[in-house]
Structure formats: C-alpha cells, structure tokens
C-alpha cells in the first residue's frame, strides 16, 4: 500500500521561506513522477510542480522563479522549496504519486494521479 505523507508548512511573513517535504513508501520511488498541488478555502485544487523520475521540472507560471522542486531517489523523499512567499501562496499542499515516470501534457490533470498526502498547511502572512 502506498502511503504519502508531507511535512513542512507552517506560518511565514511574505518574503519569507519554507521548505516542504514528501516522502512516498510502498513503491519503487523513482519509477514515478511526483507532483505538488495546493488548495486554497473556496477555491479548486491546483497543481504547482512536477518532477520526472530524471530531475525534470515543471511549475505553475505563478511560482516559477520562486519555488524549486527536487527529489532524492534512494531516499524516496520530495522536496518543494518555496522562497519570496505571497500571501496568495496561502493554501494546503499536497504531493501526490503521478501514474507514470513523466511530467509533459498531463501534469496539471488531478486524475493523473494515484495516491495523495494529507497536506501541510502553509499560511502567509502579510
């Protein structure tokens, strides 16, 4: 059984930043694309990275430049770096197991993924 936790989020002044972190058990880790998503109260689930089995990223056009996505393969762990933090950057976070080893075409489509965490709360203030 594949179980994804997150940790990480936490209360930060804009401009700040947070670094969360994934890991993924009861798979072969770096066989799969991994991705974030967030969701604001009142607002849809959205997807803000990907990253292939290889390293490959890709973002939200809103974070690019200010997050960074990585992953540690023989530790199963996925990271989402999160620097000069908005208050609209405030929501939930989740990682989730995407059902293939590639990012391109689908990486925003929720029902591309397979397994989810129960998030981390991430909350900037202004």
Known sequence: QVQVVEVGGGLVQAGGSLRLSCTAS?????????????????KEREAVSCITWSSTTYYLDSVKGR??????????????????????????????????DYCSGS????????????????????
């Open 67 to 100: 997050f960074t996505t990585s992953r540690d393969n023989p530790k199963n762990i996925l990271y989402l770096q999160m620097n000069s933090l908005k208050p609209e950057d405030t929501a939930m976070y989740y990682c989730a197991v995407k059902s293939s």
């Open 26 to 42: 009861g798979l072969t880790f770096g066989e799969y694309a991994m991705g974030w998503f967030r969701q604001a109260p009142g």
């Open 107 to 126: 990486w925003t489509l929720i029902h591309e993924y397979t397994s989810w965490g129960q998030g981390t709360q991430v909350t900037v203030s202004s």
